[in-house]
């Protein structure tokens, strides 16, 4: 994973800023001191859905997935049509509104960027390995598309309660030809 520079910061706090949706964190305020720079999110207190998916015995419930992923593709929709592009999607950055677990919200805009259609490819591998796509794995150019792994990669987490290529088992499975 790459590392966050001022640059990162910076653009996090003007990008979290600009955006307006109702499945997108919403930036309060920015406070700075010598040595930090706090971020004021609104109050979301419905935990994780990470934290919800490791409460349970393998995988959320396809009904409660399937609201959870409306909502994310809502808010992915929403930054690709304003031209930007998260590049960290994974269930830890997708926060309940409260315990109801009815309304989530996409944070940690660290290495979001701006790009659209057109410009060149990116080539900056950052955010979280397991939910990266090929493409930003290998470093050879990628678009906003990466996003949209990340989304399979965390509905496939949310349904099974595990990761994409681990086998709870770990049994090989092999099969006739």
């Known amino acids: 994973m790459g590392s966050r520079t001022s640059n990162d910061l910076s653009r996090e706090i003007q990008i979290q800023a600009s955006l307006q949706h109702p499945n997108v964190a919403r930036l309060e305020a920015v406070f700075e001191s010598n040595e930090h720079v706090h971020l004021l999110v609104e109050h979301l207190e419905g935990g994780e859905v990470l934290g919800y998916l490791l409460e349970t015995e393998g995988g959320l419930p396809e009904a409660h997935v399937r609201?959870?992923?409306?909502?994310?593709?809502?808010?992915?929709?929403?930054?690709?049509?304003?031209?930007?592009?998260?590049?960290?999607?994974k269930p830890e950055n997708l926060i309940y509104t409260d315990a109801s677990k009815e309304t989530v919200k996409l944070i940690d805009f660290g290495f979001c960027t701006h790009w659209k259609r057109g410009d060149r490819p990116m080539t900056r591998r950052c955010g979280t390995s397991g939910y990266m796509a090929p493409e930003m794995v290998r470093k050879h150019g990628f678009t906003n598309k990466v996003d949209l792994w990340s989304v399979g990669v965390a509905a496939h987490v949310l349904l099974t309660g595990d990761m994409i290529g681990r086998s709870r088992d770990r049994e090989e499975h092999t099969s006739e030809l």
């Not at 992923?69 to 592009?85: E, F, K, P």
């Open 67 to 89: 609201r959870v992923m409306h909502q994310l593709l809502s808010a992915v929709r929403h930054l690709h049509g304003r031209g930007m592009v998260h590049r960290d999607i």
